[in-house]
């Protein structure tokens, strides 16, 4: 445990070594120790406040509210983790990343307030982007939790509006080893009286019974709201307004229309606050960007970047996969954290790779390369399970997945194929590497797993000279 904090003229990266240091635990869920210092800070934030959490599909809301907000002229700062390439990417302020020089002045204000409070990384930093927020003088700010719900620092702020995307299994050790538990989790974002959105197609129970239990004004999807479509647009339809005719999200991916339900879903809410018109939903939507989710580079052989680490992402992908049409070979790159539930989440995949590259993770939370391949050569013979994530959302997915020529509904899980080739690499940028020597232009790689696996990818083709954040 370090005592010394940096030195005035100490660059960001240092600050982010120290923060590190400061507090027994890096992941400690509570609110007490963050309120004590958010109070001496005076944070508030006098503007609308949209918070987003759900298993998967939180950045991606994020980013679509951030986007159609920015084109309605709002003054706007969006607060996500974690970072791909660089820390800065977590504080946005109208859609641009917050400077080194803010962050670190920010954090040398709260080291002067915090005393004897220890904070984690993650609470420290959730604090300089609030401080951030707070010296911008914005309209809206919308904070992507970071961990559940209950106990995440995002959750110190009592939101205007809360967007739960998804309930499933991931963070068990911290959340609980069911949904029900999951939920009742996450659903602690909600505020009585409040908007409460729920895009989960089948929530846990314990979400609809803690919204009934402090009055939060819940939206379920396919009863609140809804969307429709064919393969040129969409439609959202809510519970007093509707848009028709909108073009398809450019984030790619089966459950993008799900996200985009939700956010038009909170700004139906809102709309005496901020005013949304149906072009600044089609801008919005035309021109969100969010590296690494379903992200397909240009150029061949066909690059496919997620950050998938879950059953429940790992299932959305393999959908997403097969709306591809067919392809000769596909060569995995895959490197995962040992506290995910690595087994399921590969065995949703197996049948749709042919040649696994499977890289270490640095840091104590990393799986080596080998423990990955032991794992995928314990499954590859296996009979894939019929996926409970597919069955549940078929109907739901069946807009986005139809609406371009030639994409067709993703199959169940059949049996895995046998013939897979698996090897092992020191890390990602090294299995990629070997990936883009072994595949034809034909042929497609598949890079994910992590944060930490494709950021690294990304940094590599960015040293190329490669456009990879647009």
């Not at 990266?13 to 609110?31: C, F, R, V």
């Not at 499933?168 to 996450?186: C, F, P, Q, S, V």
């Not at 149906?278 to 035309?286: A, E, F, P, S």
């Not at 596909?330 to 590259?357: C, F, H, N, P, Q």
């Amino acid at each position: 445990m370090s005592s010394i904090a940096p030195a005035p003229d100490a660059g960001l990266a240092d600050w982010l070594a120290y923060l590190d240091t400061l507090h027994p635990k890096p992941i400690d869920l509570g609110l007490e120790r963050i309120r004590t210092v958010a109070q001496r800070l005076d944070v508030r934030l006098d503007c609308v406040k949209i918070t987003v959490a759900g298993t998967n599909g939180k950045g991606s809301t994020c980013a679509m509210l951030e986007s159609i907000l920015l084109d309605a002229g709002y003054q706007v700062g969006q607060y996500t983790s974690p970072h791909l390439l660089r820390f800065n990417e977590r504080i946005r302020v109208n859609g641009v990343e917050a400077s080194d020089a803010d962050i670190v002045a920010q954090l040398a204000r709260i080291e002067a307030a915090r005393g004897d409070t220890t904070l984690t990384y993650f609470e420290m930093t959730t604090l300089a982007a609030l401080l951030i927020f707070q010296a911008a003088r914005l309209d809206v700010v919308v904070l992507e939790v970071g961990l559940g719900g209950r106990l995440d620092a995002v959750n110190l702020i009592d939101t205007d509006c809360a967007i739960l995307t998804s309930v499933d299994l991931d963070h068990m050790a911290y959340l609980g080893n069911t949904r029900e538990a999951i939920g009742w989790e996450k659903a602690h974002i909600f505020r009585p009286g409040k908007p409460a959105i729920c895009a989960d197609p089948v929530p846990p129970q314990t979400v609809i019974d803690y919204a009934a239990e402090i009055g939060a004004d819940l939206w379920r999807f396919g009863t609140d709201f809804n969307y429709s479509g064919d393969r040129q647009q969409w439609a959202y339809g809510g519970r007093s307004q509707r848009r028709n005719a909108l073009g398809y999200p450019a984030l790619r991916g089966a459950n993008q229309l799900l996200n985009a339900s939700a956010a038009l879903a909170a700004l139906e809410n809102l709309r005496d606050r901020l005013v949304v018109t149906q072009q600044n939903v089609r801008q919005g939507l035309l021109h969100v960007n969010l590296p690494g989710r379903m992200q397909i580079l240009p150029g061949l052989p066909a690059t496919i970047l997620d950050v998938g680490h879950n059953p429940h992402a790992a299932a959305a992908l393999g959908q997403n996969l097969d709306s591809m049409g067919h392809y000769p070979h596909t060569y995995a790159v895959v490197g995962m954290l040992r506290d995910k539930d690595i087994e399921t989440t590969l065995s949703r995949l197996t049948r749709r790779v042919d040649r696994w590259l499977c890289a270490t993770l640095e840091g104590p939370r990393g799986t080596t390369a080998q423990e990955l391949a032991e794992i995928v050569h314990r499954i590859a013979g296996d009979v894939a399970p019929v996926d409970p994530f597919i069955a549940q959302t078929t109907e739901v997915t069946r807009a986005s997945s139809a609406h371009k020529p030639g994409v067709r509904a993703a199959p169940r899980p059949a049996v895995a194929r046998q013939d897979v080739e698996v090897s092992t690499f020191d890390s990602p940028e090294q299995a990629f590497a070997q990936a883009r020597k072994l595949a034809t232009d034909n042929d497609r790689i598949l890079v994910f797993g992590s944060f930490a696996t494709v950021g690294p990818v990304l940094e590599a083709l960015r040293r190329e000279g490669r456009d990879v954040l647009s």
